[in-house]
Each structure stands twice: as structure tokens, then as C-alpha cells.
């Protein structure tokens, strides 16, 4: 079942998906919430930095990360963590996972991470974007969906999408680790973010259309409890 809530603009967006993760914590304040980095959520974390909740006792797990990145590399998923979420939120040290972009064996991170996600005990709220081409964490469109989580070559869409972060599509990485589908459908809830025009077209793929890897955000059609957070523009005129 999707449920889903209109925001007139990006700043009540950040409100809306804030005031759900601030509900989630309320009613277990040891959740695991499942993070996302990117332009659309920055509104989610100030909202939430301004509230100053207590999360001491929250663990975040990010949906991805660029590969041959460093932690101290302004770029990285890492850096926006520690910069929006970690520091601001005060997430404690042992309580911040994220895939390590500079792993030596992508397939051994891709398994150290899962299990860590399973140590957890899964994942209670997973936050996600969506990228103009369908894709959620870095699951981009291909033949078949990916279950676990995985080393991807990015798409030049999502390159192209990115380079706004870096100074152009080429310096922007050419692979990611990212939780498969798999991770992502474990989440006893999730909450995807939408916002801005250009998103319009991906959006409207899960409003009245069947399930397929071409577009990978339609996967959220057979999960049980998801909720859809979207601006006015995003919404395209619908709801
Ligand atoms: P954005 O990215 O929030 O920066 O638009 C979303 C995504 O690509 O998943």
C-alpha cells in the first residue's frame, strides 16, 4: 500500500518526512533508520537539527557510496554524513554505518555490509530519493533487479545527475556500492522523497504502473507499509 502526502514546496517536504522520522523515534528510540544523501533529503536533516530530537540511541545505515572516495573527501557520501546528519544529530561514533569507498574487495565490503545490516536486526524506516531515471539508493534501471548489496556502474543519466556535486560528469565516480533491492524491501517501512519537476515522470511510474527493473522505484509497489513524501512540483498537478 502507498500512501502519499503532498508538500506545497521543498522546505514543507523537509517538515513532513522530518515529523515521520521524529514519529518513528518516538515509538522506538533504538530505531534503525535507513539513510539517504543527495539534494532532496538536506531539507529532512535540517528540520530535524533545528528540532533537536534526542537520537542517542538510533543507528543509521546509508543506502550507498561512491567508490574510491574517502571519508575526508568533501564528495562523499561519508562527508555529507558527518557534515548533515552525524555531527548535527549527534549519531554516536559506533552507530553510523556506511559502505567503505575505499575497500580493497568491493564483494567482501558488499558482504560485511549486509551482515552488519542483519546484526542490526534490519532496518525500521529506510528514507530514499529518487533518481530522475527510477533509480533508488544507486539501483539503476537494467534487465533484472539486484538483491543484495552490490559494487554498480552508474548510469550517465545518474553521472550526469551528480555532476552538480563535482565539477563535471567525468570526475564524478564511475562506481558505487549500493544496498541491493533485496536490502532495501527488508525495511519494515520506507519513505521515499520527491521533489522538483524533473522527477515528475519517475514518480508518476509507481502511480498507476506494473513492477520493472526499468524503472526501479516500482519495486515499492509490493511493499507493505510505504509512504510517499512528494512537493507540488513532483506531483506534477496530481493530488
Ligand atoms: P537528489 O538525488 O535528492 O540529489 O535529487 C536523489 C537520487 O538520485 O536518489
Redesign the pocket.
Known amino acids: 500500500m502507498v500512501e502519499i502526502i503532498r508538500a506545497e514546496n521543498y522546505e514543507e517536504l523537509g517538515q513532513i518526512a522530518g515529523e515521520q522520522i521524529l514519529r518513528q523515534v518516538e515509538e522506538k528510540r533504538d530505531s534503525v533508520l535507513g539513510l ?7 531539507g529532512i536533516y535540517r528540520y530535524l537539527a533545528e528540532k533537536k530530537p534526542d537520537l542517542s540511541r538510533v543507528r543509521t545505515v546509508n543506502l550507498d557510496e561512491y567508490l574510491g572516495l574517502s571519508g575526508g573527501d568533501p564528495r562523499s557520501y561519508h562527508y555529507y554524513m558527518k557534515e548533515y546528519v552525524w555531527e548535527p544529530l549527534e549519531i554516536g561514533r559506533e552507530n553510523r554505518l556506511i559502505p567503505d569507498g575505499l575497500c580493497q574487495d568491493a564483494e567482501e565490503e558488499c558482504r560485511r555490509y549486509e551482515e552488519q545490516i542483519r546484526a542490526l536486526g534490519g532496518i525500521d524506516l529506510q528514507l ?5 531515471n527510477g ?4 539501483n539503476e534501471p537494467g534487465p533484472a533487479f539486484v538483491c543484495d548489496t552490490h559494487k554498480v556502474c552508474l548510469s550517465p543519466e ?1 553521472r550526469a ?2 555532476s552538480r ?1 563535482f565539477g563535471s560528469p567525468e570526475e564524478v565516480p564511475r562506481y558505487a556500492l549500493t544496498m541491493g533491492i533485496r536490502t532495501i524491501m527488508r525495511a519494515r517501512r520506507i519513505l521515499l ?1 520527491v ?2 519537476g ?2 515528475a515522470k519517475a514518480l508518476q511510474a509507481i502511480m498507476g504502473g506494473g513492477v520493472t527493473p526499468q524503472i526501479p522505484v516500482t519495486i515499492l509497489l509490493l511493499h507493505p507499509r510505504v509512504t510517499v513524501a512528494a512537493d507540488a512540483a513532483a506531483l506534477g498537478g496530481k493530488f
Do not use: Q, Y
Open positions: 539517504a544523501t543527495g539534494g532532496t533529503p538536506r530514499l530519493g529518487l533518481g530522475e533509480h533508488i539508493g544507486f545518474t545527475a551528480n556535486f522523497v521533489s522538483g524533473k522527477k
